[in-house]
């Protein structure tokens, strides 16, 4: 069975924090993962994208994720969050030819 | 400026009745694709086209027919509404469907059927 999954639901941080989101796959083959966020009532928005190459990849806004084949997992940190990184945060794997398909995503909460 | 445009961003429907969500991409994608998001299963996947034809079908029920009428368009019919039909359903488009092409998300029409 391929699955994506992410462990953690939601997760609560204060401005300033580090925070770091997992994303475990089972998939057989090549694939390629990536990372969307979605702000409250809003469509996805591409973070970053792995296929191949350096494990570790830089997105926009100080994001970066860093792919493990051994760990089968492509988790996502941010060193220094910022109020407006609150957000739901969705790790997809994608393999040739099909659609992207979503884990169940992680609510982000930033305080102040 | 949108690239994705769908239309509504808000629909209420009777049970029992028929709606057409409409989608627009203005990115010059060759691919397009439905997703379905609601609190039950979170961003599920519906269909893919690739060159205004149908590539891959995860749903189940014939009630959802998607519609290429160009090759920037993707509407989604769904007939015979149910409450359980309620939901987010976004619009996606991307270059093609090969490995690597990152999926471009609209902001999605919001159904409620009552």
């Known amino acids: 069975t391929q699955t994506v999954s992410q462990s953690d639901a939601h997760v609560t941080v204060f401005e300033g924090d580090s925070v770091e989101l997992r994303c475990n796959y089972s998939y057989g083959g090549s694939i390629y993962l990536s990372w969307y966020i979605q702000h409250h009532g809003h469509g996805l928005q591409f973070l970053l994208k792995?296929?191949?190459?350096?494990?570790v990849v830089q997105g926009v806004n100080g994001f970066e994720a860093e792919f493990s084949k051994s760990d089968s997992s492509f988790h996502l940190r941010k060193a220094s969050v910022h109020w407006s990184d609150s957000a739901v945060y969705f790790c997809a794997v994608g393999q040739g030819g099909r659609a992207l398909i979503f884990g169940t995503g992680t609510t982000v909460s930033v305080s102040p | 400026d949108p690239k994705i445009i769908q239309k509504p961003k808000y629909l209420v429907a009777v049970t029992g009745s028929e709606k057409i969500l409409i989608c627009e991409q203005y990115?010059?994608?060759?691919?397009m694709y439905w997703y379905r998001q609601s609190a039950k299963k979170p961003l599920e996947f519906m269909f893919s086209y690739s060159y205004q034809k149908l590539m891959d079908n995860q749903t189940a029920s014939s009630r959802f027919q998607p519609q290429s009428s160009k090759k920037n368009h993707l509407d989604l019919q769904i007939t015979a509404l149910k409450p359980d039909d309620s939901a987010t359903y976004f619009c996606?488009?991307?270059?093609?469907?090969?490995?690597?092409?990152?999926?471009?998300f609209g902001k999605g029409t919001r159904l409620t059927v009552v």
């Open positions: 996606a488009s991307s270059q093609d469907r090969t490995t690597n092409t990152e999926v471009f």
């Open positions: 990115l010059g994608h060759n691919a």
């Open positions: 792995y296929y191949s190459g350096n494990p």
